[in-house]
């Protein structure tokens, strides 16, 4: 009646009404098992999705916002299943741009994803984002941090779980900041999940996915399914607020 989204949840076998039947139903017939709660998460994600899509002109007044075209929106990137998963969440087609930015070295993964979006925008001269992912291990001091990609390669991923075996802390977080000017505006947004680093790697992910065990699983996201991997997403997470800002300060079209 509110025209509000909703995430109707199943806790017990019953007929579903037929005003809800338009709308996916998140089955937790057996309680919150691992594999119900990644269905949960996701279904939240996809009305967080609907509610903060920057297309949806909320509380804004004709005229009192900066005009933004999706279609003048850049990601600098040469990752095509970032680019891809940015269009699936955004629900858009996004313009691409294969810049190779150098790495600032910094702790601050955010200050590194300002530095490259800034760097993008000089060559683009239009508004563009670039992500900026990392591992920050607690008992380093948040170290790699946005040193990461630089840290992995020579340092290898069995060598971090094998240094870690000296700290009885294995917290660590995963991050992934967004970085994005318009050439005036200049914002960065941040996702983390929080977890630990395992004895040794496992799995078949990518970068460092084989050394985090997000908190709450016992699989690291490189043995994780795509499903389980975006309940939990660092990326999504950045994502949302990027999408509350772009709805906020533009009048989006």
Same mark, same amino acid.
Request: charged share 20%.
């Given at each position: 009646r509110l025209q509000k989204p909703i @995430?109707?949840?199943?806790? @017990?076998?019953?007929d579903i009404p037929e005003k809800i039947s338009k709308f996916p139903v998140i089955p937790i017939l057996d309680g919150f098992t691992p594999e119900a709660t990644?269905? !949960?998460l996701n279904g939240l994600f996809e009305i967080e999705r609907l509610v903060f899509n920057p297309l949806r002109r909320i509380g804004v007044r004709e005229g009192s916002a900066p005009s933004l075209s999706v279609t003048e929106l850049y990601v600098a990137t040469t990752n095509i299943n970032k680019l891809?998963?940015?269009?699936?969440?955004?629900?858009?087609?996004l313009q691409s741009a294969p810049i190779e930015i150098e790495d600032i070295q910094h702790l601050d993964a955010g200050e590194v994803a300002i530095y490259k979006a800034k760097r993008a925008y000089s060559i683009l001269k239009k508004p563009v984002f670039v992500?900026?992912?990392a591992l920050a291990i607690r008992a380093w001091g948040g170290l790699p941090g946005g040193m990461t990609a630089t840290f992995l390669v020579p340092?290898? !991923?069995n060598n971090i779980c094998k240094m870690m075996h000296a700290f009885s802390d294995k917290h660590a977080d995963a991050i992934s900041a967004i970085g994005f000017t318009d050439g005036q505006l200049v914002r960065k947004f941040v996702g983390v999940v929080p977890g630990e680093i395992p004895p040794e790697p496992r799995g078949n992910g990518y970068s460092w996915n084989n050394i985090f065990v997000p908190a709450g699983f016992t699989k690291t996201l490189g043995e994780m399914s795509e499903d389980e991997m975006l309940s939990i997403s660092s990326r999504r997470r950045a994502l949302i607020e990027f999408m509350q800002f772009l709805q906020s300060q533009y009048e989006v079209h």
């Open positions: @995430a109707p949840i199943m806790i @017990a076998e019953m990644v269905r !949960l891809r998963m940015y269009e699936q969440i955004l629900n858009t087609k992500e900026q992912s340092a290898g !991923l």
